[in-house]
Structures are given as structure tokens and as C-alpha cells.
């Protein structure tokens, strides 16, 4: 027991001993690094100490360098400022010198001007002299003369003056009558010219319209479904459009003829709708019948205002725009009638502006001219298409120049307004076009052949030429069997046969042609 006691005694004395010996230590090794620290914080605050030093030392040198060049951009400045002010300062010195000069000059011209304004009114003082020694003069003259004449002044001048009057009555007269006379002789050049640069300067295509519609389809079995089981397809539409269809041999193609356009064209859009749809029935097709005249008025009107747009017309009635659009398919004579009006106002609106005119007013009348041609009911049709024509466009309110050019184009009523003959003869220019109607191209065709026809009945003529619409007869002669007077005489015989044989409008030029050649061959 009291060994034990002795151990644990010793142990705790060796431990204490061994707590007491590292603490010693430890203080020596801290004395030591706060030695080391102290010593490496002296050699830092030195080394920053001359790193201060040395960038301070730059900032200085910077700052003397900058000051410098500021310095002497300050002195350029300056300098530039005072070249400135120096040479503003010799402008300055300029001006005033030349002001001085001119002010010395502005004082030598008003010297001048006083003096000739002195001579001046030293003039005038003269002149109102001999001014009233001349009045007086002529006082004397007139009484004088009013003793010799027994005649006061004032009676004379009358006198005077009624021999004058009579003298430019007289003149005015024979000027008046100079120039009627010199307007007869050109009224007609001059009209047949504006007719012709009005002609000249619109050309459009003609297009006859027929009264059949060709429908093109894919195949014969098209053509089955189309006719249906013992025709009730085709009865069907037959009823619903009021147009005939010819199903024949042709192959792929259905041939519909109405003699109304709008119909045949309904026919043919619901022909169209249904093949393409493919069920073909007798319901159905009444349901695309109506469905497709209801589109052909919607088109109609579209017509309509494209047409008026493009001819550059505003402000008319949409009735009347409806009424336009529904020219589209209607012919009159075969030629479209659209396609005629849109031409007749066009010819209206150049003649128009070659006369002076209005041509946007020219060009309404034009187009409007024809629209009587559309009767709404069957009543409308035993009206004149002029004077319906007019009657609508008085009930929308046109103006009375066009109602009457509308009215008055076919002589119907009498003529008020300028514009009446120029849509008369527009609207003749436009029928009379080569290919425009049909009577009147087969007329055309038969006219020139008869022409030539009269040349090659003359002897010695080789070949003979309508040309210019048969306005022009050109003949060739063989020049061994025609001589010069003999194609001076065969040019008279021709245009008096020509006048003797034949009717046409206007005048039909003869012009004879005699030509020799003599050909030799070098061999």
C-alpha cells in the first residue's frame, strides 16, 4: 500500500516537473518568433518605405511632364487666339477704310445729285412755260378753227368718231367674214385629223363572242356522269340554267349554247363545281346553280369597279357600276359590249382633250353610252337603248351633258351638249374597227377585194394592192404596155369606175405605179 502511494506520487511530481519544463520552452520558442516577426515587419516597413519613396518620386516626374504639356498647349492656344485677333483686327482696319471710301464717294454723289436736281427743277420751270404758252396755242387754234368750221369742238370730235365707227364696223365685218370662210374650208381637216390621231392613239383587241361555250372534261366516263341515268343530269341543268347542252362525239368536250352569256357562263361554272365535287345529281345540281349565280353577281360587280377604277371615273351610282359589270356578258352585233364601251371612252376621253374639253366627263358619257343595252325587265326592252340609257342615268343622278350624250348618240333626241357627237362618233369608230363586228368585217373583206377587183379590169395592170383599210388603191402597170400620160389617164379611169361602182365611207386614194428595169448579165 505504501509502495503504491510512493508511484502515484512519484508520477505526479514527474508530470508536474514535465508540464513546468514545456511551458519554459515554449515561452523560449515564443520570445524567439516575436523576435523573428519584429525583425521581418522592420524589413517590410522599410522595403515599403522605399517603394513609397521611389513611387512618389514617378508621380512627380509624371506630374512635371503633364504640367508642361498642358503648359504648352496653353501656349499654342494663346498664340492661335492672338493670330486670330490679330488678323480680325487687320479686317477690321480694311473695312473701315473701304467704308471710308465709300463715304467719301457717297458724298461726292450727293454733291452731283443736288446739283442735277437743281438743273432739274430749272428744267421743269422751262417746260411748265412752254407748257402753257402751247395750251394757249391751242385754244387760239380751236376757236379759230371752230369760226372757219362753224363747228364747236365737241360736234367735230362726234363727227370724227362716227367715221371711225363705221370704218371698224366695216373692217370687223369683212375679218368676221375672212375668218368664217377660212374655218369652212379647214373644219373638215381639222375634224378628219383629230378623228385620225384619236384612232392612232388607242388600239385594242377585238374579240367576237359566239353563242357556245366549249366545256373541256378529263374523260368519257366524265361525259356518262355528266348525262346520268336516261338524261336526268343533263335535264336537270338544262332546267336550272335555261342553257342547251350538246353531248356529241366530240371527244373530251361538252358544247353548251345560249344566246345569253350570263347563263352560259352560269352553266359552265356549275359544270365545272360539279366534276370537280364529283357527286352529279339533280339536287346537288340545283344547289350549285344557285350557289353560282349568286357568285356571277358578286362578279359582276367586281367587274364593275374594276372598270371604273382603271378608266380613272368616280362617284358613280353602284347601280350603275352594277350595270357596267353586267356589260361583260352581253354582245352586241358579236362584239363584246364591255370591251366596246370601255374603247368608245377612251376614244371620248383623247377627242375630248383634243377639242379642250372635259375628258373625265367625255370618258363617263362613253362609258355609259350603251348601258340601255342591259334592260332589267322584259318592259325595259321596247324602250330604245339610248333613250333607257339615258332615263337611268338622269334617275342616279349624272349630269345633264352626259344624260344627254347618252340619249342623243343614235340621234334619238336632239343634240345639246359638245359631248353628243363626240360619243356619236366614237361609238362609230369603235363599230366600224376591222374585226369588231361581224357584218362589218365580212362587209370590210368584200370591199377590198372588190376594189382590186376593179383595177385588174383595166388592161395593162399587173398587180393591184388595197391597202390602208381601203383607203388606198396602189396599182402596178407593165411598163411596156403603159406609158407615162396612159398611167395619168388609167389613175382617173380607175377612181372614177371605183366612184361610179362602188359605195364606202370617206375617200379611196389611186395611186399607179410604172416601173422599167433593163437587166443585162456580165459574164
Known amino acids: 500500500m ?87 483686327e487687320k479686317r477690321i482696319r480694311d473695312k473701315e477704310s473701304q467704308v471710308s471710301s465709300e463715304l467719301s464717294k457717297t458724298k461726292k454723289l450727293n454733291a452731283q445729285i443736288e446739283e442735277k436736281s437743281i438743273d432739274f427743277d430749272h428744267r421743269i420751270e422751262v417746260l411748265e412755260k412752254k407748257q402753257s404758252e402751247l395750251d394757249k396755242l391751242h385754244k387760239s387754234q380751236v376757236e379759230q378753227l371752230e369760226v372757219i368750221s362753224s363747228l364747236s369742238a365737241d360736234e367735230a370730235k362726234q363727227q370724227l368718231i362716227e367715221s371711225l365707227k363705221g370704218e371698224a364696223k366695216s373692217d370687223a365685218m369683212a375679218y368676221i367674214q375672212d375668218k368664217m ?29 359566239n353563242c357556245v361555250s366549249v366545256f373541256n ?34 371527244p373530251e368536250a361538252i358544247i353548251l349554247s345560249c344566246f345569253d352569256s350570263v347563263r352560259r357562263e352560269v352553266a359552265r361554272l356549275s359544270l365545272h363545281k360539279l366534276v370537280t365535287d364529283g357527286r352529279i345529281h339533280p339536287a346537288r345540281i340545283e344547289e350549285v346553280v344557285k350557289k353560282t349565280q349568286k357568285q356571277i353577281e358578286q362578279e359582276i360587280i367586281e367587274v364593275g369597279k374594276r372598270t371604273v377604277i382603271d378608266l380613272g371615273i368616280h362617284g358613280l351610282h353602284p347601280e350603275l357600276i352594277k350595270m357596267v359589270g353586267r356589260m361583260k356578258y352581253r354582245s352586241s352585233y358579236g362584239q363584246n359590249l364591255l370591251q366596246h364601251s370601255r374603247e368608245v371612252a377612251k376614244l371620248c376621253g383623247v377627242m375630248a382633250a383634243e377639242l379642250g374639253l372635259n375628258p373625265k366627263l367625255a370618258k363617263r358619257a362613253g362609258l355609259l353610252h350603251d348601258i340601255g343595252k342591259v334592260p332589267d325587265a322584259e318592259a325595259d326592252m321596247e324602250t330604245p337603248h339610248a333613250i333607257l340609257g339615258m332615263q337611268w342615268a338622269e334617275k342616279f343622278g349624272e349630269k345633264p351633258d352626259v344624260c344627254n350624250a347618252i340619249g342623243a348618240h343614235h340621234d334619238e333626241i336632239e343634240m345639246k351638249s359638245l359631248l353628243s357627237p363626240i360619243i356619236q362618233v366614237c361609238d362609230a369608230i369603235s363599230g366600224a374597227r376591222p374585226g369588231a363586228r361581224r357584218q362589218v368585217l365580212d362587209s370590210y373583206i368584200q370591199r377590198l377585194k372588190d376594189l382590186e377587183e376593179i383595177a385588174f379590169g383595166f388592161n395593162g395592170v399587173k398587180k393591184a394592192y388595197a391597202i390602208q383599210a381601203g383607203r388606198e388603191l396602189r396599182v402596178i402597170v407593165e411598163s411596156e404596155k403603159v406609158s407615162d400620160q396612159n398611167a395619168a389617164d388609167l389613175s382617173f379611169n380607175i377612181s372614177q369606175k371605183i366612184q361610179t361602182d362602188m359605195t364606202y365611207p370617206g375617200q379611196v386614194k389611186v395611186t399607179v405605179i410604172r416601173e422599167t428595169r433593163a437587166i443585162n448579165i456580165a459574164k
Open 2 to 88: 505504501d509502495n503504491t502511494i510512493l508511484i502515484i506520487a512519484g508520477i505526479a511530481i514527474g508530470a508536474l516537473i514535465g508540464f513546468i519544463i514545456a511551458k519554459m520552452l515554449e515561452r523560449s520558442n515564443a520570445s524567439k518568433l516575436i523576435k523573428s516577426a519584429k525583425k521581418s515587419a522592420a524589413a517590410i516597413v522599410k522595403e515599403a518605405n522605399a517603394e513609397g519613396e521611389s513611387i512618389k518620386k514617378d508621380k512627380i516626374l509624371q506630374a512635371k511632364e503633364k504640367f508642361l504639356e498642358l503648359k504648352a498647349e496653353h501656349e499654342k492656344v494663346i498664340m492661335s487666339r492672338d493670330k486670330k485677333m490679330s488678323d480680325a
Open 181 to 209: 370662210e377660212e374655218a369652212k374650208l379647214t373644219a373638215q381637216q381639222e375634224a378628219k385629223k383629230i378623228i385620225i390621231n384619236t384612232i392612232q392613239r388607242i388600239g385594242t383587241e377585238e374579240a367576237v363572242d
Open 217 to 250: 372534261i378529263e374523260s368519257d366516263d366524265v361525259k356518262g356522269r355528266i348525262i346520268g341515268r336516261e338524261g336526268r343530269n343533263i335535264r336537270a341543268i338544262e332546267a336550272a340554267t335555261g342553257v342547251e347542252i350538246i353531248v356529241d362525239d366530240t
